[in-house]
């Protein structure tokens, strides 16, 4: 079992930043992705961000050039720094883990998930 903890979420104004944490623990061995997913109420889960490998990163259109993926392999943590935030950004911010030879993208590749951070951005 590997655990996950996200940190960071939060209250933040338009045009504003905020940075998430993610940490994980336990059977770190079986985490090659560690990814960033969203979810808004009556809406689906949606990718948002993931780094796997030695530098490889990849980012939903909707966020790209506004948020950063960073990864410490050796530490099993992630982060995700996001820049010019707007009111649909809100959702409640999911990290989430996924062993190699799978899409990064894909929320049922992934085996393990925190219990989620709320990010609200007002208007």
């Known amino acids: 079992q590997v655990q996950l903890v996200e940190s960071g979420g939060g209250l933040v104004q338009a045009g504003g930043s905020l940075r998430l944490s993610c940490a994980a623990s336990?059977?770190?061995?079986?985490?090659?992705?560690m990814g960033w997913f969203r979810q808004s109420p009556g809406k689906v889960r949606e990718f948002v961000a993931a780094a796997w490998g030695v530098g490889s990163t990849h980012y939903a259109s909707s966020v790209k050039d506004r948020f950063t993926i960073s990864r410490d392999a050796t530490k099993y943590t992630v982060d995700l720094q996001m820049n010019n935030l707007n009111p649909e950004d809100t959702a409640v911010y999911y990290c989430a883990t996924a062993p190699p030879l799978r899409s990064a993208i894909i929320a049922g590749n992934y085996e393990y998930w925190g219990q989620g951070t709320q990010v609200t951005v007002s208007s």
């Open positions: 336990g059977r770190t061995s079986s985490v090659y992705t």
